[in-house]
């Protein structure tokens, strides 16, 4: 099997304060590493993964990291546009990252507006719980994650406690948005792009409206 293939790629974004451990869930999910002394600002800011959201269907996962930039408030227009998904990151351990979650949420509506970014609320570094350092409960984090329209998971990159669930999470609710059609291909627009071949006929509307947008993407921009 060509490792390669895939039917769909989405692009999806990390967000959420300095330090709480972005580019280490990034780490731990794509390469299955952890690194003490991670580099905050030169390294890969850009990952892939493939996943497969149910047999014969897999996505390409394009993920997207600041490197740093978050720490200034210098994050660009074009980082939250171009993005389907995004992981709005606290860490279970720093209060002041818990409470800057709607800021982070606020700015990204407002930069993508009139469209819509998927988000799963993500508490990090649960694993600092067992030094007794945690001082987010789950219960109000739950009680946000309801108010923003989010799923709550709760992952540690540094012992791998559960890093694979908020990035299925997130791919499982872009995939089912596309198949209900509340997220659609756009010209222009990097969040959602497909390679169905265009001959694949159905009788199902939503797939038929999307083949047609996969059409008219296909004829103007290459998918590799
Ligand atoms: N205890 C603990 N520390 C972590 C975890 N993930 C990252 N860290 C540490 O937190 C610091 C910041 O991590 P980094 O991934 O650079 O955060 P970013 O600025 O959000 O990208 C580093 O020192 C990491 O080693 C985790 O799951 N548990
Ligand atoms: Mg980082």
């Known amino acids: 099997m060509d490792l390669t293939l895939w039917q769909y790629q989405f692009r999806i974004i990390m967000l959420g304060d300095s330090t709480v451990g972005k580019s280490s869930m990034l780490k731990r999910y794509t390469e299955d590493q952890f690194l003490e002394c991670i580099n905050q600002t030169v390294g890969v800011d850009f990952y892939v993964h493939f996943l497969e959201v149910e047999p014969g269907v897999r996505i390409k996962l394009q993920f997207w990291d600041t490197a740093g930039q978050e720490r200034f408030r210098s994050v660009t227009r074009s980082y939250y546009r171009n993005s389907v998904g ?56 739950e009680k946000l994650a309801a108010q923003l329209g989010a799923p709550y998971v709760e992952a540690s990159a540094k012992t791998g406690h559960d890093i694979q669930a908020p990035f299925e999470l997130l791919t499982r609710r872009v995939y089912q948005g596309l198949l209900a059609g509340e997220v659609q291909l756009r010209e222009g627009w990097d969040g959602v792009k497909s390679s169905a071949p265009l001959s694949q006929k159905t009788t199902n509307t939503t797939t038929t409206k999307l083949e047609k947008s996969e059409a008219e993407t296909q004829s103007k921009s290459c998918n590799c």
């Open 86 to 141: 995004a992981l709005l990151v606290f860490d279970l351990g720093n209060r002041a990252s818990f409470e800057r979650v709607r800021e982070w949420h606020a700015e990204v509506r407002e930069h993508v507006r009139p469209h819509a970014v998927l988000f799963v609320l993500v508490g990090h570094k649960s694993d600092r719980e067992a030094d007794g350092e945690r001082v987010v409960g789950r219960e109000e984090a």
